[in-house]
């Protein structure tokens, strides 16, 4: 074998140099790598760190976000005085029945309107702290009475719905009602001091499933306002009859309001008597409605709805308007009316302006009487008082009082002597037996003994037989006002009336006396 060639070994020499210096690169290179990543680790670390911090801090911040919005979602859906579901609410549960499947239990519901009675006597008299603290126990009663799965909400003001389920049972619904008015009927101990107040309830149902739930609130609704005007501190349930009766009272009030520009209103006359010589003493004058479709309509007709919609003062103001040009147009020609009586309204005595319009007519002193019907006396509150003060305002200006329907009001009589009346009229169901009955004349009696005592007129009305008005006259009674003299009529009739003496000669039959033109007018009676 030859040794190897110098050219070979420098080659094998340069080769190993190489390789060596391959490897110490590459060793130096995994150095460099390891640290690198060595730091790489240590970056990741630090950036999952970051990752971490910001993902709780979100978490956190979604949470709160999540809470504020339910806790906003829950003050839009609630009442925040009483804690019960709202008006919305409301709205949403009926919304959600209305789309809800049948389960085949108890599919029915049930909506109880309920009104608080005198809350507002409550806001005004004791402050609006006690008005909140009676909504606030209101609210914890509803909740008590009702199932766990019956919803209670307050709707505004004074005003709670109840939805219930119901299987169409009757009497479960009129029990819970009876209880829902008799444990709002207690008063409430507030600063030492009793709340009086009530409630009133309104019930639509439905024994199957409905598509419009809404309907039911608007038809509790209805039967509430029934509920409120049978006296409060009652229940009522709906009725398509009831709904029937609503819609017309609707009606005859917007008609009631054309009335007015169309000058349908006017007055009628009922002469009243001096009971010993038959003179007139003076007259009463009622309201007619000359309605355009119905032709002309009694008091009891309209007078209701009237005050409802609160015009019974216009009613009152107009018809004293159209009696006094009357009266002026009869005295020019040679017709003296000595007194005019008119009927006056609750409503018409608190207008503030009363006083005043009636000082302007410069009227003589005995020539007008307000009567007033002796149910106006019964509120015994503080309005009790502003109405005294009103009469004797009404005093001074020579008008005189008379007490309507007396017998009637169950108002007391001390209530009724403290205003001074001028007269008394004992109402019609106390005259009419007498003829009869020697108890009701021994009352009726008792009545006019006591008028002369405390220098008091006493007027008989309804007095519907001559009979009648012999007996009152021997029973010391002052004036007679009833069909057995003479019937209401309108001013023509009353003026042909007057000037002809009819019921004088007509004496017992006065109302066979022909008078012109207002066939239409007399009493259902007579007509
Ligand atoms: P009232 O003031 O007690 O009037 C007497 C009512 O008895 C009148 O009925 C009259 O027509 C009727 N009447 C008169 N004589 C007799 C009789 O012998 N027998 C019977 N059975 N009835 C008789 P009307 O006109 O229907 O009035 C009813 C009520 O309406 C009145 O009762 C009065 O309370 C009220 N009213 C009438 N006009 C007005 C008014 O202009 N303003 C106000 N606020 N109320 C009025
Ligand atoms: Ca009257
Ligand atoms: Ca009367």
């Not at 806790?71 to 709205?91: F, M, S």
């Not at 008063?187 to 039911?216: E, H, W």
Request: aromatic residues 6%.
């Amino acid at each position: 074998m030859s040794p190897p060639e110098p050219v070979l070994l420098r080659r094998i020499e340069r080769e190993r140099a190489a390789r060596i210096a391959a490897e110490r690169l590459l060793e130096e290179k995994s150095l460099d790598l390891y640290e690198i990543n060595k730091g790489l680790r240590a970056w990741t670390t630090m950036l999952e760190d970051i990752v971490k911090e910001r993902t709780a801090e979100l978490t956190k911040a979604l949470e709160e976000t999540r809470e504020a919005n339910s806790q906003i979602e829950h003050q839009a859906l609630h009442d925040p005085l009483t804690g019960l579901p709202n008006r919305r609410y409301l709205r949403q549960v009926l919304q959600d029945i209305s789309k809800s499947e049948d389960d085949g239990r108890r599919p029915g519901i049930a909506i109880f309107h309920i009104d608080l009675d005198s809350f507002k006597q409550i806001n005004d008299t004791r402050g609006h702290a006690a008005g909140d603290f009676v909504l606030a126990h209101a609210a914890s009663i509803l909740q008590s009475l009702v199932r766990a799965d019956d919803f209670v909400a307050r709707i505004g003001g004074d005003e709670f719905v109840i939805v219930a389920r119901t299987d169409g049972n009757m009497r479960a619904l009129t029990l819970l009602a009876d209880r829902i008015t008799a444990e709002l009927a207690r008063p409430v101990l507030y600063k030492r001091n009793y709340c009086r107040f009530g409630a009133s309830v309104g019930i639509a149902y439905s024994r199957s499933k409905i598509s419009d739930p809404s309907k039911l609130l608007v038809n509790a609704d209805i039967a509430l306002y029934r509920a409120k005007h049978a006296g409060r501190g009652r229940h009522a349930f709906f009725s398509s009859a009831l709904q029937k009766e609503i819609i017309e009272n609707q009606t005859m009030a917007e008609d009631i309001l054309s009335g007015f520009d169309q000058n349908e209103f006017f007055p009628i006359y009922q002469p009243q008597f001096d009971a010993t010589t038959y003179d007139i003493v003076g007259v009463e004058t009622m309201v007619r409605w000359n309605h355009r479709d119905k032709g002309v309509m009694h008091p009891a007709q309209f007078l209701r709805i009237a005050e409802d919609i609160k015009v019974i003062d216009r009613i009152d103001a107009l018809v004293l308007e159209r009696a006094l040009g009357d009266l002026i147009s009869f005295h020019n020609s040679g017709v003296v009316i000595p007194r005019l009586s008119v009927n006056i309204s609750l409503r018409r005595l608190q207008d503030p302006n009363l006083a005043k319009s009636l000082r302007g007519l410069k009227l003589p002193k005995g020539l007008l009487a307000f009567e007033l019907v002796e149910s106006i006396f019964l509120d015994d509150s503080g309005a009790d008082s502003s109405l005294t003060r009103t009469l004797k305002r009404l005093n001074r200006l020579g008008i005189e009082i008379e007490i309507d329907d007396f017998g009637t009001g169950h108002a007391s009589i001390v209530g009724l002597l403290r205003v001074h009346p001028t007269r008394l009229k004992i109402d019609q169901e106390l005259i009419k037996p007498i003829n009869k009955s020697r108890k009701q004349r021994r009352l009726v009696q008792s009545i006019i003994e006591m008028g002369k005592a405390l220098g008091i007129g006493i007027v008989a009305e309804g007095v519907e037989t001559m009979e009648h008005a012999t007996i009152l006259r021997d029973l010391g009674c002052d004036y007679l006002q009833g069909y057995a003299l003479a019937v209401p009529m309108t001013a023509p009739r009353l003026f042909h009336f007057i000037k002809t003496g009819a019921w004088r000669d007509a004496e017992a039959a006065p109302c066979s006396v022909p008078m012109p033109g207002a066939e239409d007018l007399v009493s259902p009676k007579f007509a």
